[in-house]
């Protein structure tokens, strides 16, 4: 178990729709991490948090935005949904904000229909 | 499982014999590397890193070596066991200042280990 918490597991929704997905990071980490897992792309780095502000962005569409609670908690919104996001969404966690292992939760399954 | 849909390279073992998993990094400039671990249902799995400054360290089973000359990252896992059978991530910094907290990824190999 690497102490990150993702919720929900799974995620059914239709097109258009909008969804939230939530990360508790492992306790003492501060810095999150979300990826997206699709069985063409592999793994893709969408964003990272350090301590509440957002610290580097990847190939995160316009449609998704993320936030970092005071918490430490995050979450990533998912809007305007198409069949394409359909995929594995995983949260991970650091200590560090670089140059650190990333332990990542088990991930949200999303598919849109 | 997750990746069925990507030509991943396999490499199969008998129980008990080495493996070693290789991966070619993209970036000179990255100065971290890690590997992970990835079941079927399950987020990856941390279980090593190297820096830069290295060429070999060893876990526990397990060593990664590095050679920077020729951007090249192995694992090796020693008296492999069935539940070694996953898919192997590589990983490396992302050396763009301001950005090397994320990981790029590789495609990831698959370890299938025969009893």
């Known amino acids: 178990d690497s102490g990150v918490t993702q919720t929900p597991k799974h995620l059914i929704t239709a097109t258009g729709q909008r969804v939230t997905l939530r990360c508790s990071p492992r306790s003492g980490d501060l810095s999150v991490y979300w990826y997206q897992q699709s069985l063409d792309q592999g793994l893709q780095f969408l964003i990272q948090?350090?301590?509440?502000?957002?610290?580097a962005k990847g190939n995160i569409l316009e449609r998704f935005s993320a936030q970092q609670f005071p918490d430490l908690h995050s979450e990533l919104n998912l809007s305007s949904l198409e069949l394409g996001d359909s995929a594995l969404y995983f949260c991970?966690?650091?200590?560090?904000?670089?140059?650190?292992?990333?332990?990542f939760g088990n991930g949200t399954r999303l598919t849109v229909t | 499982g997750e990746n069925v849909g990507l030509h991943l390279p396999t490499l199969s073992v008998q129980e008990g014999d080495n493996s070693i998993i290789n991966c070619a990094y993209s970036?000179?400039?990255?100065?971290?590397f890690i590997w992970y671990k990835q079941e079927s249902g399950k987020g990856p799995q941390f279980i090593i890193d190297i820096r830069s400054n290295m060429d070999k360290r060893q876990g526990q089973r397990v060593t990664v070596l590095l050679n920077k000359t020729v951007k090249h990252l192995s694992l090796q896992i020693a008296a492999t066991q069935p539940g070694d059978s996953a898919v192997y991530f590589c990983?490396?910094?992302?050396?763009?200042?301001?950005?090397?907290?994320?990981?790029?990824f590789g495609k990831g190999t698959k370890l299938s280990v025969k009893p």
């Open positions: 948090y350090y301590n509440g502000e957002e610290r």
């Open positions: 990983a490396e910094n992302d050396p763009v200042k301001g950005s090397q907290g994320n990981l790029i």
């Open positions: 970036n000179s400039a990255s100065d971290y």
């Open positions: 991970a966690s650091s200590v560090r904000p670089e140059n650190s292992p990333l332990h």
